[in-house]
């Protein structure tokens, strides 16, 4: 009987190298995830840069309302991820370009809809809360739309291989951004900022049009996520869980501690800026490759997964002890008067993404097997510990309890992530199912 980890995976591709052939496998691979971690440093540092720009210009309370849209947003995005571009990345990467074309324009038009649907949610939401977070929650309303289809042709690149591309279309928002912020810092509210970001990602998305010639296919996305359900709505609950998990710590945050404990601890999140540029930027394309992985040597899975987590958490430790070193003077230059409230979530925080980027190996490897029971298992359950010990945390020793209330979580959470993909690779190798490279043709 065929298990869940062996029955899908990314679409077919190459057959396996030849050892001759394995050094100019390997600078694929460099060549590929160089250009990740590249594209993931712009778009880092595009938000980077908003985040402290709103910091500075609007002070600590007005930091916590623009979080509170940023957390948001980053539950919209994972709905659109887990339904439009997860499955792409997982069936799509390496396919036959006619194939990529045509998934890519639905995957498009799914993240679209997706962000049309759930920004009319927004502003109706905002424009009803008024007050100081109403205007932010319809602004972005508004952006959100544009957002989510950039989104997607990043990673519509990134499952065809040309990871350049999505370089380009984050260097044009970039450009883009600087001007709009410059317009938002003199209207002067969180509402601006919003919509300049929006406004940034709306001509990055019409330049990917240019880029690729894909229209976003919004009438297909019915069809997209009925043949994707298997893994989309997986998918979905698995990446809801924890944005969903971010967003209420952040809801409850601010109702125990304050909105201002909101702004310091994304103030810490913006110190860890850096290593997540290379976090994010390698989760963009560790999917597709140990799904290549799969294909060409499969008993190689285990130790990419493995060399994949331990990097990150190192590389994060590492950044963390920097960080520490860093004089209080360059940290007001940098955040403001955050700064102080940030400073004392240093530790905790690096603890926290150490441990996320050591489960990130794991989970790498479970949606390259596409095990997507057992990746919803360990979501769910790292989300609940996270939203408990943040939430928990907050209640017994405010902003810096909720940070070491998340740390401890985020270590439980990585250890089941291990756990499942070892029981997952037993069973894909004691139960292999040949040709199990299969693409759903659109």
């Not at 639905?106 to 007050?131: I, Q």
């Not at 970039?174 to 601006?192: I, K």
């Not at 285990?302 to 950044?319: K, N, P």
Request: with cysteine; proline share 4%.
């Amino acid at each position: 009987m065929a298990t869940e980890g062996a029955r899908t995976t990314a679409g077919a591709g190459p057959p396996a190298q030849a050892p001759g052939q394995e050094p100019g496998a390997r600078r694929g691979v460099l060549g590929r995830v160089s250009w990740g971690l590249a594209d993931q440093a712009v778009t880092s540092m595009i938000n980077f840069a908003v985040g402290i720009y709103v910091a500075r210009e609007l002070g600590v309370h007005a930091f916590g309302v623009f979080s509170l849209a940023w957390l948001t947003y980053g539950v919209v995005l994972n709905v659109s991820r887990g339904l439009a571009t997860d499955p792409l990345m997982v069936r799509f990467s390496g396919v036959p370009q006619e194939a990529w074309r045509a998934a890519a324009a639905r995957s498009s038009g799914t993240a679209l809809a997706v962000g049309t649907t759930l920004g009319a949610g927004c502003l109706l939401v905002g424009l009803g809360l008024g007050g100081d977070v109403g205007p932010a929650f319809a602004g972005l309303g508004l952006a959100l739309p544009a957002l989510l289809l950039q989104d997607a042709r990043r990673f519509a690149f990134f499952a065809a291989g040309t990871g350049h591309k999505a370089f380009a279309n984050d260097l044009v928002q970039g450009v883009a951004l600087v001007p709009a912020m410059v317009v938002a810092a003199r209207v002067g509210t969180v509402a601006a900022f919003v919509l300049a970001w929006g406004a940034a990602a709306a001509a990055a998305a019409g330049y990917g049009f240019l880029q690729s010639g894909i229209r976003p296919r919004v009438t297909r996305a019915r069809g997209w996520l009925r043949e994707q359900r298997d893994l989309g709505s997986r998918y979905l609950v698995e990446n809801v869980s924890l944005s969903g998990a971010g967003q209420l710590r952040a809801y409850g945050l601010g109702a125990i501690a304050g909105v201002g404990a909101v702004g310091a601890v994304r103030g810490a999140e913006l110190l860890q800026g850096p290593f997540l540029a290379l976090l994010m930027g390698l989760s963009l394309v560790t999917v597709a490759e140990a799904a290549r992985v799969l294909r060409q040597t499969p008993e190689r899975l285990g130790r990419f997964c493995f060399l994949l987590g331990g990097g990150q958490a190192g590389a994060a430790l590492l950044w963390g002890s920097a960080l520490l070193l860093m004089p209080d003077r360059l940290g007001e230059l940098v955040l403001g008067d955050v700064w102080h409230d940030a400073s004392r979530l240093i530790v905790p925080a690096t603890l926290g993404v150490a441990g996320a980027g050591l489960g990130s190996g794991a989970a790498a490897g479970l949606r390259a097997l596409a095990a997507a029971r057992r990746s919803l298992r360990c979501q769910l359950f790292a989300s609940a510990c996270y939203l408990g010990g943040g939430l928990g945390g907050a209640a017994l020793a405010g902003t810096v309890g909720s940070a070491w209330g998340v740390a401890s979580a985020t270590a439980c959470g990585s250890a089941l992530w291990w756990l499942h993909l070892r029981a997952a690779l037993r069973e894909h190798h004691r139960d292999p199912v040949p040709g199990h490279s299969e693409v759903r043709t659109p």
